[in-house]
């Protein structure tokens, strides 16, 4: 219990100095404490995650811990695939402070909160998933006696979460008031599908039954199209 705790106290430090740092990042390159978009989509995020970990720390201890402590990639694609991502997105990151500071962009509010709108819907396709599947890592890997989650999400695509993942990081250059910052964001469909490929290589080859899942689940991320 005392390990539990501590993991508790721990995980919740570390999700308000991440996005304490977020927020840094963005307010001191656009120069301004006045950048709501940055607020407001920290605020966001930040909700949205606070509030799933204190649901699953109640419900499902064992997922959470497989989500959040800090396990590295053993596949070596992926790892050079998830470097040159996370630079990307820093870069992201980066650009909507500079485009405030600069106006370079005239984003419209109501672009902003559809983009806001937009975030709320792939956390909550993430909440949901997450409820599905106690499997769901944040690595590519399978764990013993794991079996094939087929119901909820998981019956209309394969990658319901990575779904999530992408509406989020897709929408995140409106909702920061940024149409300069689309550009570096435009890599992550290309990411995720790479990623899928070798995760879906790895799950055939290491977890009975998957290769049949995919036979009945045609769809990977789009119904009807990929």
């Known amino acids: 219990m005392k390990s539990d705790y501590r993991f508790a106290i721990k995980t919740s430090f570390q999700i308000l ?20 978009e940055a607020w407001a989509y920290c605020i ?3 909700f949205m995650m606070f509030s799933s970990f204190i649901y699953f720390l109640k419900k499902d201890l064992a997922f959470l811990k497989s989500r959040v402590l800090k396990r590295k990639e053993e596949i070596e694609t992926q790892k050079s ?3 040159v991502f996370s630079v990307l997105v820093v870069i992201g990151f980066v650009i909507p402070g500079l485009d405030y500071r600069f106006d370079l962009s005239h984003v419209p509010l109501y672009l902003v909160i559809v983009a806001d709108l937009s975030i709320l819907v792939g956390f909550l396709l993430i909440f949901r998933v997450s409820q599905e599947n106690s499997y769901a890592s944040a690595i590519i890997e399978t764990r013993e006696n794991q079996k094939i989650i087929d119901t909820g999400p998981y019956k209309i695509v394969r990658h319901p979460m990575y779904v999530g993942d992408i509406v989020i990081l897709l929408s995140t250059p409106i909702a920061l008031g940024s149409f300069w910052s689309v550009i570096p964001f435009l890599s992550v469909p290309l990411f ?26 045609k769809y990977r991320l789009i119904p009807y199209v990929w």
Not at 17 to 36: E, N, R
Not at 203 to 212: Q, S
């Open 192 to 217: 995720f599908v790479l990623r899928i490929k070798g995760e879906e290589e790895y799950l055939k080859k290491n977890l009975p039954g998957y290769d049949e899942y995919c036979r009945r689940t």
């Open 17 to 36: 100095i991440m996005f304490t740092i977020l927020l840094l990042l963005l307010l001191l390159v656009a120069g301004s404490l006045k950048y709501w």
């Open 81 to 83: 695939l998830q470097s």
């Open 44 to 46: 966001l995020l930040f």
